[in-house]
Nanobody, 121 residues
Framework: VQLQASGGGLVQAGDSLRLSCAAS????????MAWFRQAPGKEREFVSY????????FYTHSVKGRFTISRDNAKNTVYLQMNSVEPEDTAVYYC???????????????WGQGTLVTVSS
């Protein structure tokens, strides 16, 4: 599976942004998809995952209620809708694919190249 993340950019606090991650291959629907992020000088951290058919989602506490993960298996794409963004959301955002749900980096086998989100105050 090859993943291509896009949609990052410079936004102001309180704005909305939608990230996309397009996957290659015909087995996209088998994979749990996740978003991670890495802020400057920090470790890469879990943001959200969505199960293979989209029935189950999970968010890290700091984004719950503001971010929404979704997927379109017909388009081989997973999304991260980011609302009410905060300067603390500034990071490179990575999409990832794996066969199990989880919040650790090791759960996921495939990674996209990342897209930078910068939130100004």
């Amino acid at each position: 599976v090859q993943l291509q993340a896009s949609g990052g950019g410079l936004v102001q606090a309180g704005d909305s942004l939608r990230l996309s991650c397009a996957a290659s291959g015909r087995t996209f629907s088998r994979y749990v998809m996740a978003w991670f992020r890495q802020a400057p000088g920090k470790e890469r951290e879990f943001v959200s995952y969505i199960s293979s058919i989209g029935g189950s989602t999970f968010y890290t506490h700091s984004v719950k209620g503001r971010f929404t993960i979704s997927r379109d298996n017909a388009k081989n794409t997973v999304y991260l809708q980011m609302n009410s963004v905060e300067p603390e959301d500034t990071a490179v955002y990575y999409c990832a694919a794996g066969l199990r749900v989880g919040v650790s980096r090791g759960t996921y086998d495939y990674w996209g190249q990342g897209t930078l989100v910068t939130v100004s105050s």
